[in-house]
């Protein structure tokens, strides 16, 4: 158990709709990242947010959008989805001032959109 | 840009005997290298990582990794492998672009021990 929870494990919607994913960082631990893991595309990086500020951008569409509240969770967005969409939606987290350290996975959201 | 390139999609190795996973990269600056192992509809977990120090780092579960400078590679090695290896192993590079700490991944290896 990496400590880091990640809601709803799945996910099925329609093609237009939109999705919100959850998750909970490890206790302490101040950045959270999010990525997407797609057969075509590999670990693909979103974006991350350290201490509710958002600290570097990766290859997020216009449509996704995340935020990190006070208490340190971190929420994903994602509208008008499209059946691209689909996928296993990852957050992790490290000790924010440690650049040299590992991430700690969730075990993933996957989203199927239909 | 930073970048790792995992050249084998699949690495089939038979139950005890050594195994080789590699992994070749491209920085502009100090790499700082990891590697990761991601069993079935589970999330990735860290193995190992190289940050300065020793070329042969030892990690979780007997997994060690070479690191070598001129060869830019980071290669994940096992002296004896088993059934339970068998998952999808990431290679992965710290981004030296602003202060993240995000990794960039490779493409992945499925690596298949046989009994």
């Known amino acids: 158990d990496s400590g880091v929870t990640q809601t709803p494990k799945h996910l099925i919607t329609a093609t237009g709709q939109r999705v919100t994913l959850r998750c909970s960082p490890r206790?302490?631990?101040?950045?959270v990242y999010w990525y997407q893991q797609s057969l075509d595309q590999g670990l693909q990086f979103l974006i991350q947010?350290?201490?509710?500020?958002?600290?570097a951008k990766g290859n997020i569409l216009e449509r996704f959008s995340a935020q990190q509240f006070p208490d340190l969770h971190s929420e994903l967005n994602l509208s008008s989805l499209e059946l691209g969409d689909s996928a296993l939606y990852f957050c992790?987290?490290?000790?924010?001032?440690?650049?040299?350290?590992?991430?700690?996975f969730g075990e993933g959201s996957r989203l199927t959109v239909l | 840009a930073q970048s790792v390139a995992q050249p084998e999609d699949q690495v089939n190795v038979a139950e005890g005997n050594p195994l080789t996973v590699k992994c070749t990269y491209s920085v502009s600056g100090n790499p700082y290298l990891f590697w990761y192992v991601q069993y079935p509809n589970r999330g990735l977990q860290f193995l190992l990582k190289y940050i300065t120090g020793d070329n042969l780092v030892k990690g979780s579960y007997g997994f060690e990794a070479e690191f070598n400078k001129s060869q830019t590679s980071f290669h994940l090695k096992k002296p004896s492998a088993l059934v339970s290896d068998s998952a999808l192993y990431f290679c992965a590079v710290r981004d030296w672009g602003g202060a993240t700490n995000k990794l960039i991944f490779g493409t992945g290896t499925l690596l298949a021990v046989q009994p």
């Open positions: 206790s302490g631990d101040l950045s």
């Open positions: 947010y350290y201490n509710g500020e958002e600290r």
């Open positions: 992790a987290s490290s000790v924010g001032g440690d650049l040299t350290g590992e991430l700690f």
